[in-house]
């Protein structure tokens, strides 16, 4: 895998994102190996009620909200279907989330920047109920400071979780950056003009995130590793 650092914005100690002192990481194919299992598992939960849709659609839709995911990729579901294809995502999701490791170099580099001074953060689509389950299987609960899920601070592109980290922190958008592998995170970052960084590994491909203007690209953990050591 190429392990290339795009730079879109004029190098200065501004743009360095090894200088921010607040890293914020989105979770699903940012820190954890998990889009296979997300499309997988809505493909399985749409099915089990009639419904069908492709793996772009459901990469297109992580992200946001799992509420605000299906009701896209399924608008003609009642609300009731739409709640039981919810549940049906969770089963399965949970039964197999021990198929989702974290990418190989992300533990070591979130101990890293921890004994280096940087404060962590999460910001994530999940529920606060799936984010606790996945922060404790991979025992990294400790490395953040704090931690969003769409349900305490609304969905994506909505930028309420980052000044909600923000304010937690003490810290101001020149103070940070945020990282993530949907066009839903780079869209938030923009909302607040916080440093961003895509990564191209994840959900969408670079092109699609290349569009939104992220401040930088990295094509694997391992680039996204060395851009924030500098």
């Given at each position: ?29 940012t ?81 890293t ?66 990282i ?7 869209q ?34 391992q ?8």
């Open positions: 895998m190429n392990n290339a650092t795009t730079q879109t914005a004029p190098l200065s100690v501004a743009n360095d994102p090894s200088d921010k002192s607040l890293i914020i990481f989105d979770w699903d194919g820190l954890m190996d998990s889009i296979g299992l997300i499309v997988t598992s809505m493909h399985v939960a749409g099915e089990a009620h009639g419904f069908d849709t492709t793996d772009d659609a459901v990469k297109d839709i992580i992200g946001l909200s799992l509420t605000k995911g299906i009701e896209i990729l399924y608008p003609q579901a009642t609300d009731t279907q739409k709640q039981s294809i919810e549940h049906r995502y969770a089963e399965y999701y949970i039964a197999n989330s021990h198929k989702t490791p974290l990418f190989a170099p992300i533990e070591a580099m979130l101990k920047l921890c004994q280096r001074g940087k404060t962590l953060a999460v910001a994530t689509g999940k529920k606060r109920q799936g984010l606790d389950r996945v922060l404790n299987a991979s025992n990294s609960q400790h490395y953040f400071a704090i931690t969003r899920g769409a349900d305490e601070s609304g969905s994506k592109p909505d930028p309420q979780m980052l000044n909600d980290i923000l304010m937690h922190t003490q810290q101001q958008v020149a103070d940070a950056v945020f993530g592998d949907s066009i839903h995170d780079i938030m970052a923009n909302a607040l003009g916080m440093m961003s960084i895509a990564v191209n590994y994840g959900a969408a491909s670079s092109d699609t995130l290349a569009e939104q203007n992220p401040t930088y690209q990295v094509d694997s953990p680039a996204l590793v060395a851009l924030l050591y500098g």
